[in-house]
């Protein structure tokens, strides 16, 4: 599943993640799906299955920075390289997060939402596809001109763009991509310069907790909503930043069974506070209340030393090879569904209702999941991969 000096699981946890979130964002196209499988309304107390992804994702995400940071310093890059490379990586994520969220607006210019979608993804691979290295000068060349051209066609969609009201192009929540970039820029900040003394760590995520309850409770005022989710984005990658550098602290401080228990103490301990937290907010993921935090912070602990345990201690990485793609080539795997949905539209094509109705239909959106990550690795042989 990973290549050496990779951690097993952490690759896996993301694969497991994206092919769950592409199942939960097809779940749209049937009907009569469960309750429990869907998000929960904005004022519903509830938490669904699909409540529980995006979580797991900033989890993961906060997992893998301390890592990816590493290795640059390792290659000999300095902060400042390392806050560029931040800085570009989170702008990257914030320009498709706004694209993706107006198309998901609807699109009432002349071009039409398919042909968009066509275009816009287009200009997302001339831009960041990751490009193989050369030292040839007209292929460094061309790669170049790709990347200008595909940039000029983001700002002529951006400029002709009107949505289903008229409205122009707009950030509006910033869709997944740009609530990760956000997180992303401040997270990896924080790790970037204070790294060396762990309880800052600590001492973030407790802030970005405070912040939350803090947002719950309408104390903020005029700073509502200062950051994306009041902090609580930002808490779920901080957690999932410090479980990873238990994980790798040296066997000779800390053995591999002692942070087994440590990170399972830690998941209960979340679990609790959840529903001791119950009693004061509902659990709500549109909210993004403390109680959808700490719920869905024990479950991201619990799950990943499960998974820690099965794919690094078994070894049993190689069980999920099959989905190997969704969580090395991410970002493909996540946009590859836009192109779908869009071709199904121009065909155009339809199922039978049967198959377009729980439970059947329930296989159906599985089925899409693995399609969906079987063309992300047929994109990845072809040599098309984004990489930001």
Request: proline share 4%.
């Amino acid at each position: 599943m990973t290549k050496p000096g990779r951690i097993a699981s952490i690759d896996v946890y993301r694969a497991l993640t994206m092919l769950f979130m592409i199942f939960v964002n097809d779940l749209f196209t049937i009907s009569d799906v469960p309750h429990w499988l869907e998000h929960a309304a904005a004022d519903e107390d509830m938490l669904g299955f699909s409540d529980i992804v995006f979580p797991s994702f900033l989890f993961i995400l906060g997992m893998s920075i301390p890592l990816a940071i590493e290795i640059r310093r390792k290659k000999g890059d300095s902060k400042i390289e390392i806050l560029k490379h931040i800085l570009i990586r989170s702008v990257a994520l914030l320009v498709m997060g706004m694209f993706t969220v107006n198309l998901e607006a609807g699109v009432s210019s002349a071009i039409g939402k398919p042909a968009f979608t066509f275009i816009m993804l287009l200009a997302f691979f001339f831009i960041w596809n990751l490009y193989p290295k050369t030292e040839d000068k007209k292929k460094q060349s061309f790669y170049s001109i790709l990347k200008i051209v595909g940039i000029i066609i983001l700002a002529v969609l951006a400029f002709i763009y009107r949505d289903a009201g008229g409205d122009i192009f707009q950030p509006r929540w910033w869709g997944i991509l740009g609530l990760i970039g956000w997180t992303y820029l401040l997270c990896a900040i924080i790790y970037l310069f204070l790294n060396k003394k762990r309880i800052y760590l600590i001492v973030a995520f407790f802030f970005f907790t405070l912040l939350c309850i803090a947002g719950s409770n309408r104390w903020l005022g005029s700073f509502d909503s200062i950051i994306p989710g009041n902090g609580c984005f930002h808490a779920f990658t901080m957690c999932g930043m410090l479980i990873s550098l238990l994980f790798n602290q040296p066997k000779s401080e800390l053995s591999i069974n002692k942070k087994m228990l440590v990170s399972t103490g830690v998941g209960i301990g979340f679990l609790l506070a959840g529903f001791i937290s119950h009693y004061f907010w509902i659990i709500s993921k549109i909210q993004a209340t403390p109680t959808w935090l700490f719920l869905c912070t024990g479950i991201s602990v619990l799950f990943y030393v499960f998974m820690y345990w099965f794919a690094d201690m078994q070894k049993k990485a190689s069980w999920f090879d099959i989905i190997k793609p969704a969580g090395t080539a991410t970002l493909t795997c996540y946009l590859v569904p836009y192109f779908l949905y869009s071709l199904f539209v121009l065909i155009p094509f339809s199922l039978p209702e049967v198959i377009t109705t729980s439970p059947v239909g329930l296989i159906k959106c599985v089925v899409f999941s693995f399609i969906t990550i079987g063309i992300t690795a047929l994109l990845g042989k072809a040599g098309v991969k984004l990489k930001i």
